[in-house]
């Protein structure tokens, strides 16, 4: 009985843990400031990284205990579409912080378009998201 509590103990630090470098993680990758400036809501970033913090948390424990929501397929496509920008803001986070365009342009001599780029590269994502779901690719 020790035991377990003490792992339970353990585990739960971890967890805090975690999540806390996570949450400090996209504050340090400046993605919650960013959407906050971008949106002109920056008077409420504290609500943002509490709403991120708890749904860490909430992610973490519907994992462990294998939790599940009866909620209709609208609910699933307003999810899947807020996970896509989640992650999608994730991944150009990481690559600004990597200077990944600047110096992939300036080695292949491109000068312009970096939009274009971009949303390239957002619809091959999203595309080859919708073909794995669609086609039951493993």
């Not at 002109?40 to 939790?67: K, M, P, Q, W």
Request: aromatic residues 16%.
């Amino acid at each position: 009985m020790g035991q377990q509590i003490f792992l339970g103990f353990v585990g739960l630090s971890s967890g805090v843990i975690i999540a806390g470098g996570v949450a400090g993680l996209m504050i340090g990758l400046s993605i919650i400031p960013r959407y906050a400036g971008v949106t002109h809501t920056s008077d409420r970033l504290l609500l943002y990284e509490d709403a991120c913090v708890l749904g860490i948390i909430l992610g973490n424990l519907f994992y462990i205990f294998r939790l599940s929501l009866p909620l209709s397929f609208p609910f699933l496509l307003i999810y899947g579409l807020f996970s896509g920008i989640f992650l999608g803001g994730w991944i150009l986070a990481l690559a600004e912080m990597a200077d990944v365009f600047p110096i992939f342009a300036r080695r292949i001599r491109f000068a312009g378009g970096f939009s274009s780029v971009i949303l390239s590269v957002a619809a091959g994502k999203t595309l080859g998201s919708l073909l794995y779901y669609f086609q039951h690719w493993q």
